[in-house]
């Protein structure tokens, strides 16, 4: 192997860690870099999600070449009082279109699949074989790890890719089914429960089981049955051909810095959303990883003399402000797991969805506005005024460290 030391060594092969790779690899051609993925693929199994308006131009842009699920006549929900039909596009990426892509397009001596990093510091990564692999900067994109100086719930989900032996009629999205049935992943206690179904094409449909949790913990084989029901309750038979589970934190509050503390290196930065990008209360990762792939290429480029330690402490700061910006989405997650029981949260939701098209595209953003956050919060509240006002001055639930299951 070269022993010559890489511009920048990436850790971990995901969403934020392909997206960094890609970006540099577009816009900072002439740097060295590798990106070291402890799977067979680059991000995993997974599909990502998310609403035409949650990027700016440069984020399309850097996603342009991937093959995206597209639809652009809006999408449905469904709540136990109305139906609703709004005009916002969705999009969506599988995790292998994202490996197929980038595997493709980065050089090839610049992706280490089977790699597990077994330690990091400010001057490289070592593998756990014992390779040493020398970066002038190192960003670590591994697996968020759950954290007591945080605080709030879980969403827990499974999904099926079914190709159906007859086309299911769907034209667009239904991104919240919640005329299901209000019962926890585990099937003895409730949770707000609802059912996402994306129409791949005519006749493949992703159906995923999704809850909004107090434990980290699913009954796989309760939600593969749930999912293949409401199949079957559509009239959609065919075959699995493909299959993901997910269990991810939705922050209510807590201390970011205490969290990171936990495992920061003098001189890594951290992104993804062991760093902080995710959107507190949807769990939405994909617009904050376009935007820091595409703020750390600038740098390198603008700058390309930045050590290492100045670009940890810039990733540092982007998420310092991402979650003061996000505090009114983490005051939110306490509505929804403190003031509301688990029953009652499906009609939170019910109450956010009714309120305007352009209110609901800045919320998932994350650029909801004053007047967006006072109408949200104005009205009939959807749970008692006391259980409310207690919720709002709470620093929420910590977080539970239990292994998920």
């Known amino acids: 192997m070269d022993k010559r030391a890489y511009d920048v060594a990436i850790a971990g092969g ?49 996603l342009a070449g991937f093959a995206i699920n597209r639809w652009d006549e809006g999408y449905d929900i469904a709540f136990p009082k109305y139906e609703k039909t709004l005009e916002t596009g969705y999009r969506s990426l ?8 980038l595997t493709r397009e980065l050089p090839a001596d610049s992706v280490r699949l089977n790699t597990r990093v077994d330690a ?6 070592t593998l756990a074989n014992g390779e040493r692999i020398d970066a002038k900067r190192v960003i670590d994109c ?36 919640a005329t299901v049935d209000q019962v926890a992943p585990y099937g003895n206690e409730s949770a707000y429960r609802f059912v996402y179904v994306l129409p791949l094409s005519e006749g493949e449909v992703f159906i995923e089981d999704t809850y909004y949790a107090d434990h980290p913990r699913m009954d796989k084989d309760l939600l593969w049955s749930r999912t293949q029901a409401y199949a079957a309750r559509h009239g959609w038979h065919g075959e699995v051909v493909m299959h ?12 970011l810095n205490a969290a990171l503390a936990e495992r920061r290196v003098p001189g890594v930065a951290m992104a993804g959303a062991q760093g902080g990008f995710s959107h507190p209360l949807t769990s939405y990762t994909l617009p904050f990883a376009a935007s820091n792939a595409l703020a750390i290429a600038e740098l390198l480029t603008t700058q390309p003399e930045t050590t290492g330690k100045a670009l940890a402490q810039f990733c540092r700061k982007r998420s310092d402000n991402h979650w003061r910006r996000t505090s009114f989405y983490r005051m939110l997650s306490r509505m929804l ?5 688990p029953e009652e949260r499906v009609v ?10 352009d209110l609901v595209e800045r919320f998932y953003a994350g650029g909801s506005t004053l007047s967006d956050k006072i109408r949200i919060l104005s009205g009939e509240p959807p749970v008692p005024i006391a259980r409310a006002i207690k919720a709002l001055l709470s620093r929420g639930t910590p977080l539970s460290t239990e292994t998920p299951a």
């Not at 100086?149 to 079914?162: E, K, P, S």
């Not at 993901?244 to 201390?255: A, C, Q, Y």
């Not at 797991?337 to 029981?341: I, V």
């Not at 939170?348 to 098209?357: G, K, M, P, T």
């Open 14 to 62: 995901g969403l934020a860690g392909g997206l960094i790779a890609l970006a540099l690899h577009r816009n900072a051609p002439d740097l060295r870099f590798v990106l070291a993925e402890a799977g067979e693929t680059l991000g995993g199994n997974h599909r990502w999600s998310w609403f035409d308006t949650d990027l700016d131009e440069a984020g399309a842009q850097l």
């Open 337 to 341: 797991f403190e003031a509301a029981t």
């Open 348 to 357: 939170v939701f019910q109450h956010f969805y009714d309120l305007s098209d």
């Open 142 to 177: 591994r697996t968020f790890k759950p954290s007591a100086h945080l605080a709030g719930g879980w969403q827990v989900f499974l999904g099926q890719h079914i190709r159906c032996e007859e086309p299911h009629g769907l034209t667009r999205p239904v991104i919240m089914d």
């Open 244 to 255: 993901e589970t997910g269990i991810l934190p939705v922050l209510s509050g807590g201390n």
């Open 120 to 125: 990091l510091d400010a001057g490289g990564i």
């Open 94 to 101: 599988a995790s292998e279109e994202f490996h197929r892509f």
